[in-house]
């Protein structure tokens, strides 16, 4: 059997073995700098709120732009490692220039750069995973995908917790040697990786519509759009801990831990997926996130606010590999860049307003307000996901 062929049901397909490694390394540079991105904001350059939620809105938004564009041609071309490679490269290069940067808007370009990679790399790559893996055993594949990268996410702020411990303060030169693993993430998938072209079809035309898709594809999306205008960047969270008064060198062990959670729960959801179906999981997570941002809203102790940032990994754990498990059961085999694409757009264009949103209210009216604006919008999102239905036992046409 070659080793990018459907894998039978105890093994993975070797590139999705690889592209979990790639996303482990790559999580490990990205997470020695993202945890501290609002302190270096606010108690460094001395911005506000408002400028968080435009970094990271702009940042999340450019990645979207980008994957919708980027799936589509992998589609056309038949062909997903070029992509890959590109993005990842790009990400590794520019990620690091956060330590150079002396204002906002040069922070704003550098996470310009590095959301840029990523929105040229993501959609190709989970249309490579979903290509070479059975559908049987999905819910797996993009588990053990998120995992490593949640692996990695923990690793990550570890190593920031011990750099800033043994050298306090030194944020810029921490954000600078995040370069060395961008560097082996970047040979990882220029020499490893494994296109498939003789089993990957290519799509008829390029084009980036939804014509390709049927209703519940649609319905899928729209809810996905109503639950990301809710759900603001992650650096909102780590705010709010420090505003309760968790210490600027812990947050990055707290956000280890955090994604120490994700990454065990990604193995189970993911498992839990192939046997339940995506839709289940994704209730079930959504409710939880509208559970915990409520909780947020009126959270006062610093124990209670680590404890319910811990159960929000349980939110990542259980839709991360459900919402794309869906992604790849709903649509055929010669449109899964673009449904990527899409998937990823639409979460990726709503980020920008979220961020911004939260952060102005956060900002004018407090953290209760901006907190529950957001569990109200993953209620929403709940509700119209029900009418979405039951994914057929084969795509829409």
Same mark, same amino acid.
């Given at each position: 059997m070659p080793p990018d062929s459907p894998s039978p049901p105890e093994r993975l397909?070797?590139?999705v073995r690889l592209l979990g490694w790639v996303s482990l390394?790559?999580?490990v540079a990205g997470e020695m700098i993202f945890p501290l991105v609002p302190a270096f904001l606010t108690e460094v350059l001395r911005a506000g709120p408002s400028a968080l939620g435009a970094v990271e809105g702009v940042a999340d938004s450019t990645s979207s732009l980008l994957k919708l564009w980027s799936g589509a041609w992998s589609d056309r071309l038949g062909k997903r490692k070029l992509f890959v490679v590109v993005g990842y490269a790009t990400g590794a290069l520019c990620r690091p220039l956060i330590g150079v940067?002396? !204002?906002?808007?040069? +922070?704003?370009?550098v996470r310009f750069a590095d959301r840029f990679g990523k929105g040229i790399r993501s959609a190709p790559r989970d249309a490579m995973i979903a290509d070479c893996t059975a559908p049987e055993l999905r819910g797996r594949a993009f588990g053990?995908?998120?995992?490593?990268? $949640? /692996? #990695? !996410?923990?690793?990550?702020?570890? +190593?920031?917790? +011990?750099?800033?411990?043994a050298w306090p303060g030194r944020m810029r030169a921490l954000f600078l040697l995040a370069i060395v693993p961008g560097i082996v993430v970047t040979l990882l998938v220029l020499v490893g990786l494994r296109e498939r072209p003789s089993t990957t079809r290519?799509?008829?035309?390029? $084009? /980036?519509t939804l014509r390709p898709f049927g209703r519940r594809f649609r319905i899928y999306l729209v809810a996905l759009l109503i639950f990301t205008l809710g759900n603001s960047s992650d650096a909102f969270l780590l705010l709010r801990l420090g505003d309760l008064g968790v210490p600027v060198n812990v947050i990055p062990l707290v956000w280890g831990v955090f994604h120490l959670v994700k990454s065990a729960g990604? &193995? &189970?959801? #993911?498992? !839990?997926v192939d046997r339940l179906g995506p839709r289940p999981l994704i209730f079930l997570g959504w409710l939880i996130y509208a559970a915990i941002y409520a909780a947020f809203a009126w959270v006062t102790g610093m124990l209670a606010a680590w404890s319910f940032f811990m159960l929000y990994g349980v939110f990542y754990a259980l839709t991360e590999p459900a919402e794309r498990t869906l992604v790849a059961n709903l649509v055929g085999a010669e449109h899964q860049g673009l449904a990527f694409g899409w998937y990823n757009f639409v979460i990726g264009i709503a !980020?920008?307003?979220a961020s911004l949103v939260f952060g102005g209210v956060y900002q004018a009216y407090g953290a209760p307000a901006a907190f529950l604006f957001s569990a109200g919008m993953a209620l929403a999102a709940v509700i119209v996901l029900?009418?979405?239905g039951r994914p057929p036992r084969q795509p829409e046409p």
């Amino acid at each position: 059997m070659p080793p990018d062929s459907p894998s039978p049901p105890e093994r993975l397909p070797r590139n999705v073995r690889l592209l979990g490694w790639v996303s482990l390394i790559n999580d490990v540079a990205g997470e020695m700098i993202f945890p501290l991105v609002p302190a270096f904001l606010t108690e460094v350059l001395r911005a506000g709120p408002s400028a968080l939620g435009a970094v990271e809105g702009v940042a999340d938004s450019t990645s979207s732009l980008l994957k919708l564009w980027s799936g589509a041609w992998s589609d056309r071309l038949g062909k997903r490692k070029l992509f890959v490679v590109v993005g990842y490269a790009t990400g590794a290069l520019c990620r690091p220039l956060i330590g150079v940067a002396f !204002a906002a808007w040069q +922070v704003l370009l550098v996470r310009f750069a590095d959301r840029f990679g990523k929105g040229i790399r993501s959609a190709p790559r989970d249309a490579m995973i979903a290509d070479c893996t059975a559908p049987e055993l999905r819910g797996r594949a993009f588990g053990f995908n998120r995992a490593m990268d $949640h /692996l #990695g !996410a923990a690793i990550g702020p570890a +190593v920031a917790f +011990v750099f800033l411990t043994a050298w306090p303060g030194r944020m810029r030169a921490l954000f600078l040697l995040a370069i060395v693993p961008g560097i082996v993430v970047t040979l990882l998938v220029l020499v490893g990786l494994r296109e498939r072209p003789s089993t990957t079809r290519a799509a008829k035309e390029f $084009h /980036l519509t939804l014509r390709p898709f049927g209703r519940r594809f649609r319905i899928y999306l729209v809810a996905l759009l109503i639950f990301t205008l809710g759900n603001s960047s992650d650096a909102f969270l780590l705010l709010r801990l420090g505003d309760l008064g968790v210490p600027v060198n812990v947050i990055p062990l707290v956000w280890g831990v955090f994604h120490l959670v994700k990454s065990a729960g990604s &193995l &189970l959801a #993911g498992a !839990a997926v192939d046997r339940l179906g995506p839709r289940p999981l994704i209730f079930l997570g959504w409710l939880i996130y509208a559970a915990i941002y409520a909780a947020f809203a009126w959270v006062t102790g610093m124990l209670a606010a680590w404890s319910f940032f811990m159960l929000y990994g349980v939110f990542y754990a259980l839709t991360e590999p459900a919402e794309r498990t869906l992604v790849a059961n709903l649509v055929g085999a010669e449109h899964q860049g673009l449904a990527f694409g899409w998937y990823n757009f639409v979460i990726g264009i709503a !980020a920008l307003p979220a961020s911004l949103v939260f952060g102005g209210v956060y900002q004018a009216y407090g953290a209760p307000a901006a907190f529950l604006f957001s569990a109200g919008m993953a209620l929403a999102a709940v509700i119209v996901l029900f009418f979405a239905g039951r994914p057929p036992r084969q795509p829409e046409p």
